[in-house]
């Protein structure tokens, strides 16, 4: 009976004393593990005030859309360099591309003779907005073009334009179904247009 008591009371101490070395040891872990975990945490919480940012060589967009007439008309967008900002605004995230050396190609209409009317813009500076859905830039160089055929054409010639000018701003927005095209003090210079074969 003793022998079973000393026993008993030999592994009521072990165990005591395992688990004052665990909570010495492992408590004081568990505190430093937590407040790296909260510092991981609020860390990018505090970040979020801040734009992130990727910056793009050789971009290139091309977007189609429908005309109030059904057909498919393409845009073209190309800029030698961009930089992608995402900026967190509460729960929500906004896009905005801002692109340098940037030129674009906007088929306006198709023309059932076979013809497309293009305008050309070109700018050193222009910013698209993702989540707004339009596009816009400072002193821009502009030229309408009427071609033939319906594939929207890698370059143009500023000869074949029969309006070219520049703006102080442009603006392009695609969220109204239809795009919308805005000029502010647009100066123009209009040539005759050839005659159709």
């Known amino acids: 009976m003793i022998k079973r008591t000393t026993i008993c009371a ?25 407040e790296t975990l909260t510092e991981a945490i609020t860390l990018p919480q505090e970040e979020d005030k801040y734009p992130h940012e990727q910056r793009r060589e050789g971009v290139s967009k091309d977007l189609w859309v429908n005309d109030r007439d059904g057909a ?30 940037m030129e674009c190609y906007f088929q306006e209409k198709l023309e059932e003779e076979g013809f497309q009317q293009i305008r050309y813009l070109q700018s050193e500076d222009g910013t698209y907005h993702y989540t707004g859905h339009f596009f ?54 209009v040539r005759p247009q050839k005659k159709d074969p």
């Open 10 to 34: 030999f592994i009521l101490l072990a165990l005591f004393t395992v688990g004052v070395l665990f909570r010495a040891f492992y408590s004081s872990k568990t505190i430093n593990i937590e």
């Open 72 to 101: 498919r008309l393409h845009h073209h967008i190309k800029s030698p360099h961009s930089t992608l900002i995402a900026i967190s605004h509460g729960n929500r995230m906004e896009l905005v591309e801002q692109m340098t050396g």
């Open 136 to 189: 816009d830039a400072p002193d821009v160089f502009l030229a309408l073009y009427r071609l033939s055929g319906k594939k929207l054409p890698a370059t143009l010639s500023p000869k074949d334009a029969y309006l070219e000018g520049v703006a102080n701003k442009v603006s392009l927005s695609f969220s109204g179904g239809s795009p919308s095209f805005h000029a502010d003090k647009f100066k123009a210079e």
